[in-house]
């Protein structure tokens, strides 16, 4: 019997806004695997710390954040040979996922290498983006809208025609694009539409008005939202942090 | 001391893949308001069910889903009188929500009506669109992918041009448009890229490619992924309830 490999979704930060399903897992798996950058610790691995039980074997997959050739195929390979070990001899393994395994997440490196020959399943995760909106007090989207999700790496170009073709978006991934995404949404004179959200549902969490951020870059773990219309009803929260 | 309004996502149907939060804040207020169809039950009560301990106060709202004009404004009028009765006198009210509040979400009709006046917290939750991709096995976007949301009531030509101009799409709101969206999607070559997920993360779940339904109509719970690539990689999974 080999054992399951589960991809699993955590949330976007705030322990609590694991799922039931995700915290059961957590508490009987014998391996865990999670991502972490070379220069600091895991986001992941923090989220699911509440939630475990201890003793656990782990299996940390260390990804360069320097590096443009991405993804880092070799870390993947080793990361999926270590964690195949465990799966072969009957073990079960968590590779753990902050927010949502399928919602721009790394866990597609590993599912891609392992799906087919172990028994797989994903735990879907509430997203930073669904957080985001909802400590904002801002819709993502409603009625027949549609929403585009952009990542901020994109090009002016392309992020101008698809800014103006929508009414809801999030760009994600903003980090070191930060001030070139602000300056084109100001431009486009839809700064009043802009809203600024970094670390939601942590004690560190930020928000406000993209046009009230002082900074000129911004956490990788950060988003903006714009939803065009709602100035009638759209109350701004504290945050849900507050 | 008015009473705090929760909107409460409660995630796409199966009770385990709710969060922390919402069950602990099932757990202790005395008041739930819910929509459900007049035609029906409660969706959302229904998930919330196994986490209330009996003996709260229920607030129906039941939405006429047969009417063109919606929201249905006076709906939405006398469920936030009854609401706001109850927060005059301090008692915290948790709107029950399917998937997540601000995700095209009714919530945001109560929302409009009450956070300017009272204490407010919207609660994220696991949307549909997360738990489909999750159980199907595919991404819903990765990397640079732009993921566009379209709800299935928008016309062929809008579609077409918005499909085209996307990785990464989610149909949503299919319902009764089913057929004309299959029919679209063959039109354009899509269909060996476009999967069905009905009713994800319930008993019911069904999965399958779209060119594999039979029937000519869908259930509202219902939605098509269309991903463009990930031929070499993407394992269709046997499904959250397998």
Redesign the interface.
Known sequence: MTGKLY?L?L??G????????A??ILQRVPVIAWPAPDTGPSFARAIAAPHLPGGQMEIPIVVPMRTDR?PARDVYDKASVEIAAHLDVGRDVAVLCEG??????SF?YV??RL??KYP????????SM??A???A???????????????G??GNEELTK?IN??DALAII?IGRHFNRLRALIGKMNLLPHAFYVERVSLEAERLMPLAEVAEDTAPYFSMILIYKGGE??I?T?PG?KA
């Open positions: 991809g979704g949330g976007p705030d322990p609590d806004l694991i799922t039931l399903k915290h059961k991405f949502d395994p399928f919602f721009y997440g597609m599912f891609e799906a087919a797989t399943e994903v735990v879907p995760g509430v997203s669904m957080a909106a909802s400590a007090g801002r819709p993502l989207a409603a009625r027949n809208d549609v929403l585009t999700v952009l990542p790496p994109l698809r073709a929508s991934k009638d009803w109350q929260l849900s």
